[in-house]
């Protein structure tokens, strides 16, 4: 028997596409979407207000506690703080990197780990993050894992600083990347891995287009099954 409340998971590490994609998907199943991301870098950045240290696991977890975060889908999706839109914030490198930082203690996780969940909601969810079809959702009919190189994920960060008039080193990009994706892996809880049944897209050759529709016929091939 199928779950009333659907949900694909998307997860992968970053720079793959999963944020674009997910939320692409999510609106042509016509579904809710939650960015798991952007509530660990929602914590980094109330964080670094607040003064909180990023060593200071019992700090950090009282902190995730207290989270007014709302996301406003919307043509442009915003991500708010305590009244307050941080969206510009959470993109950057710092925050980022400091997301990945915080998210390895496990307090944090536990005190975020509900949160994620108050997003299943009716009709469905598609959910990205690193860890929404091994933790947060394991019981999900529908599952994928997007992954791509670390090169070919570094040259599209850095396309996209490039863009918006940032002076960036791709070879520094490069290495913020691999270590991120060591940290994500090696933390002892949640680690960064694809989820049992999970159906694996490399992105490294594909469109953003072909991603969506990869992701798509996951959903209409369980269905069907």
């Not at 199928?2 to 992968?12: A, K, N, Q, R």
């Not at 809880?189 to 798509?216: F, H, N, T, Y």
Request: hydrophobic share 45%.
């Amino acid at each position: 028997m199928h779950d009333p409340v659907p949900v694909l998971t998307i997860d992968g590490p970053s720079g793959a596409g999963k944020g674009t994609a997910a939320r692409a998907v999510a609106a042509r199943l016509g579904w809710n979407f939650l960015d798991s991301g952007a509530i660990y870098r929602a914590l980094a950045v109330a964080a670094m207000d607040r003064g909180v240290a990023c060593e200071d696991e019992a700090a950090l977890a009282a902190l995730a506690h207290s989270l007014d975060l709302v996301f406003e889908a919307a043509a442009v999706p915003r991500t708010i703080l305590w009244g307050a839109d941080i969206g510009d914030r959470i993109v950057t490198e710092e925050c980022g990197n400091l997301a990945s930082k915080v998210a390895a203690f496990p307090r944090v996780r536990q005190a975020l780990l509900e949160k994620q969940r108050s997003f299943r909601r009716p009709p469905g969810l598609v959910a990205d993050g690193r860890d929404m079809g091994t933790v947060v959702f394991p019981d999900a009919l529908y599952k994928v894992f997007l992954t791509a190189s670390a090169e070919v994920r570094a040259l599209r960060r850095y396309k996209q600083l490039k863009e918006k008039g940032i002076d960036v080193s791709l070879a520094d990009l490069t290495e913020e990347i691999e270590a991120r994706d060591r940290r994500d892996r090696e933390r002892p809880i949640a680690p960064l891995k694809a989820a049992d049944g999970a159906v694996i897209i490399d992105s490294s050759d594909l469109s953003i287009e072909e991603v969506i529709q990869a992701c798509l016929a996951v959903a209409r091939s369980r269905r069907e099954s």
